[in-house]
Nanobody, 122 residues
Framework: QVQVMESGGGFAQPGGSLRLSCAAS????VGWFRQAPGKEREGVSC????????YYLDSVKGRFTISRDNAKNTVYLQLNSLKPEDTAVYYC???????????????????WGQGTQVTVSS
């Protein structure tokens, strides 16, 4: 069974940085979603393997960067200038056929990781 696995969550102070990693082999689209307590899951970012194009949620543009290292079959999400409202469980999601467009929906991704907690607090 093909899987993805996240790592790299943790604790950061406001303005700090964290890097999340997602081990994902053989997928075309790899995305990141997050879910804060009491809120719905939202799509944060996505990257397409075919052309490297990316998608970002408006609230993270300029602060988060998604990238991939094909040699390591890993997708990274660099989280900079973190804010308390970024606190959430972050999930890696992937799909072999999906092409990320100008918005991402969780129902379009067929493979999910277990999630990693990101906490931003002073």
């Amino acid at each position: 069974q093909v899987q993805v696995m996240e790592s790299g969550g943790g604790f950061a102070q406001p303005g700090g940085s964290l890097r999340l990693s997602c081990a994902a082999s053989g997928f075309h689209a790899v995305g990141w979603f997050r879910q804060a307590p009491g809120k719905e899951r939202e799509g944060v970012s996505c990257i397409n393997n075919s052309d490297g194009s990316t998608y970002y949620l408006d609230s993270v543009k300029g602060r988060f960067t998604i990238s991939r290292d094909n040699a390591k079959n890993t997708v990274y999400l660099q989280l900079n200038s973190l804010k308390p409202e970024d606190t959430a469980v972050y999930y890696c999601a992937a799909d072999m056929e999906l092409y990320c467009g100008n918005r991402i929906f969780e129902e379009d991704f067929r493979t999910w990781g277990q999630g990693t907690q990101v906490t931003v607090s002073s």
